[in-house]
Each structure stands twice: as C-alpha cells, then as structure tokens.
C-alpha cells in the first residue's frame, strides 16, 4: 500500500534516520547535557564540511575566526586573520573560553575597526557574558557587521535586560538582519517561584516588572524567523510579553524552541500564550518537549484555540486521554506535524488518538470518511511509544478512510513491532 512517501521502523541492524522535520533544537534535550557536548552554530558547520580543530592547512584558507578553550588573553583578532582580510570573515566562533563582558567589548573593539561586509554568524555561546557591558558590545556589532543572520548567545549568564541596548540605540532606522536567536540555558529572569495557596495572583513578582521594551527588541530584528529559549531561566510576565512580541502580526518568526522549561508547573502562562496563537500570521512551529506538561497540560494546548503549523510534544508523560483530547482538536489546529515521541502510551493511545474517526460501537475500527480528510496531518512522530503491530494496522486503516493525508511516520524504536512492521503500510 502506498499510503505514506517515508515510513521509518528500527528492526535490528539499521540505523534510523529522522523522517520528521529537522529543527535548530532538538526535540528532547537532556537537562544533563553539558556545555561540552552542546552544538553550536559554527560547530554544526564544521562537521557537515568534515573540517577539524587542528587543521591548519584548511583553516589558513578559512572565512572563520575561531576561538576553542583558550584564555581571554589569547582571544587576538589579528593573530587569528593570519594575513586575511575581516572583509573576507563569514563566521566567528568563541566558545569554552571564559570571556566575560569586558573580554567580549575588547574583542567587538577590535573587530570593528575594520570592515564585516560578510560575517553571517556569531557564536559565543558557552562563555560568561553578563550585564549591560555585553548587550552595548552586541548593539555594537550587529549594528557595524549589518549581514549577521545567526546570533548564538546560549549557555552564557544573560538576561532580558542586558539586551535593552539593543533595542534603545538611538538610530531609529537602525536594524539588524539577525534570522536565528539562540538563547538557551540563559538566566533571562529571576527564577520562577511557585506561588502560595493563599496567593490569589496567577503570576509571581519578578524583578522585571516593565517588559514593554521587549516589543522594541524584537521589533530591532525584524527577519527574525527561529529563536531558540531551552532550559533558560524566565518568569512568566517576561516569557508571556516574549511569546506575544515574537507572534505579534506581521512577525516572521517560524519556530520558537521552549523546551525544559517547567511549564508543567505554569499552566497558566502556558495558557496565555497558546491563546495569544489562536490566529497566528504565518506557519509556526512550537516546541514545548520536555516539560512533563501530562494531559493536563495537554488539555490546557488543546483549549486554547491555538492555530499551528507544527507541535513538537515529545517527553511530556502523555496518555491515553491526552491522546484522545488531541483527537478532538486535530480538525481545528490546522497542524501538518505532530510530534508525540518518547510518550508510552502505548496502543491505547493510539486508539485514542483516532477515536474520532472511529465507531463508537466499535472502537479502533474506521468509519469511511467522504472527501475530505479528518485532519490534515502529513508528518507525525511516534518514536519510542511503547507501540505494536497492533497501532500499525489501525493506522493503516484510519489512512485508508482518509483520517489523514499522512507522508511521513516516524516509528523508531518500538521495541514491540516486529522487524518487518512497517509493510503493514
């Protein structure tokens, strides 16, 4: 049968490839995960071009400056040109080398003394930027090198508010041209606290209580289209007028990544800012992995009248009633993906999740459907669901009564599927 383009199953032997979508953040990440092993920007780059550290015959010929482990007493600009001109200089990379803002302002000094027509990426992440000192150095830069697309400022000790310079520089035409944001494992606010039973407020006080400028940042970055938020350190209100300046109409925002964020604890916002969707401009893909949101949290997604393109739920302790609410929201989502991977839910999610498509007197068999198609699904992801066989053949079934036009399905590790499961399909 050839119902599905790309179907992925992990029988013994093969390597699995990932049929979903590949974002700039991964759909779970570990909260143990250490600065050491986290991916950058340029690092990414690098290993797709198989170019190594210590390869000097390359990097002579290089458009990258990079700095990996060093001292700040190493980071020298024209040491590292080698002869080459800045104009030439696509990518700068520091990383691991423990440059704090004074180190970081000296650096940008240095750099903008000549010219950047070409820098596309900067990567500092893994370093100990902080404090005003390093959002007027940012402002500096983005303002001197204006074809910066990529901008990684994660695993630092940046907040909200050392990036205000950046919106209040005083050109007022002034832009930057900044695509991918990544501010992730940043302490962006105070930290969230649970409020007491006697509160009545829905949001505890944070030391930000004016968060108008955030609009004024993001306005600054008006090709902003991925923005990267995992594991940060922020409070509801600033993650909430966050959210809304990065959704606001006319944004071109595409993905926001807001993985292990607690935001089990924080319905309410949670809530807020999927009702803040519920007519967004343009696709958007919303990552919420790994934030144990249970079908509570589900329920809280499915209610809010949000309108996605995309929804990544992996590692979320959904059952099978979260299933089964997403079931009844599918229609009116207008989602072309979900992914629901490393949730053991087992078969019975899967009943659940087609339900609706089902007869009551008979559940998990499929009603014809007319014409039209129940959802509009086209990728979705079940790697590591606890599923059978048994799930395969009711997806094959519900795909025959047009419950989705279904191209890609992404079951990977599945241990209770035997080896030749997906001819099901």
């Known amino acids: 049968m050839d119902f599905l383009r790309t179907v992925e199953s992990a029988p013994i032997g093969t390597a699995p490839t990932s049929a979903l979508p590949k974002s700039r953040s991964n759909s779970s990440l570990s909260s143990s995960t250490s600065t050491?092993?986290?991916?950058?920007?340029?690092?990414?780059?690098?290993?797709?071009?198989?170019?190594?550290?210590?390869?000097?015959?390359?990097?002579?010929?290089?458009?990258?400056?990079?700095?990996?482990?060093?001292?700040?007493?190493?980071?020298?600009?024209?040491?590292?040109?080698g002869g080459r001109s800045t104009?030439?200089?696509?990518?700068l990379r520091v990383n691991r080398c423990r440059m704090d803002s004074r180190a970081f302002a000296r650096l940008v000094d240095d750099l903008c003394s000549d010219d950047l027509a070409c820098l596309h990426t900067v990567d500092v992440s893994q370093?100990?930027?902080?404090g005003v000192e390093a959002g007027v150095a940012l402002a500096r830069l983005l303002s001197h090198a204006k074809a910066v697309r990529f901008l990684s400022l994660g695993w630092n000790k940046l907040s909200l508010a050392d990036l205000?310079?950046?919106?209040?520089?005083?050109?007022?035409?002034?832009?930057?041209?900044?695509?991918c944001l990544d501010l992730r494992a940043n302490p962006l606010t105070a930290p969230y606290k649970r409020p007491s039973k006697k509160s009545s407020k829905h949001y505890p006080v944070h030391e930000i209580n004016?968060?108008?400028?955030?609009?004024?940042?993001?306005?600054r970055m008006p090709e902003l289209t991925h923005v990267q938020l995992a594991q940060a350190t922020i409070g509801d209100k600033p993650?909430?007028?966050?959210?809304?300046?990065?959704?606001?109409?006319?944004?071109?925002?595409?993905?926001?990544?807001?993985?292990?964020?607690?935001?089990?604890n924080r319905l309410s916002a949670l809530r807020t800012i999927m009702s803040n969707l519920a007519a967004p401009s343009r696709a958007l893909h919303l990552n919420l992995s790994s934030n144990y949101l249970g079908d509570n949290g589900v329920e809280v997604v499915a209610t809010s009248g949000a309108v996605l393109s995309s929804l990544t739920l992996a590692c979320n302790f959904i059952t099978e009633r979260g299933t089964g609410i997403l079931a009844k929201w599918l229609p009116l989502s207008g989602l072309g993906s979900l992914d629901l991977s490393d949730n053991y839910f087992g078969d019975q999610g899967v009943i659940s999740l087609l339900a609706t498509h089902t007869s009551d007197a008979n559940p998990g068999v499929p009603v014809k459907s007319s014409?039209?198609?129940?959802?509009?699904?086209?990728?979705l992801g079940l790697?590591?669901?606890?599923?059978?066989?048994?799930?395969?053949?009711?997806?094959?079934?519900?795909?025959?009564?047009?419950w989705a036009p279904l191209e890609s399905l992404r079951i990977l590790r599945n241990s209770r599927m035997s080896p030749g499961s997906k001819l099901l399909l």
Request: hydrophobic share 40%; net charge negative.
């Open 36 to 81: 050491e092993n986290s991916p950058t920007l340029c690092e990414q780059a690098r290993d797709n071009l198989g170019v190594a550290d210590n390869d000097t015959t390359v990097l002579s010929h290089s458009r990258e400056l990079c700095f990996l482990d060093l001292t700040t007493s190493d980071l020298n600009i024209s040491e590292a040109l």
């Open 87 to 91: 104009a030439t200089i696509e990518c």
């Open 127 to 130: 370093n100990q930027l902080s």
């Open 164 to 179: 205000r310079p950046i919106a209040e520089t005083t050109a007022v035409s002034w832009s930057c041209n900044v695509a």
């Open 210 to 219: 004016d968060n108008e400028w955030i609009g004024s940042l993001i306005a």
């Open 239 to 264: 993650l909430i007028s966050l959210l809304y300046a990065l959704t606001r109409s006319g944004s071109n925002v595409e993905y926001i990544g807001l993985e292990w964020l607690g935001l089990d």
């Open 371 to 379: 014409d039209n198609y129940y959802t509009q699904l086209t990728v």
């Open 383 to 402: 790697t590591s669901c606890c599923l059978s066989d048994t799930s395969l053949r009711l997806i094959a079934d519900a795909l025959a009564c047009k």
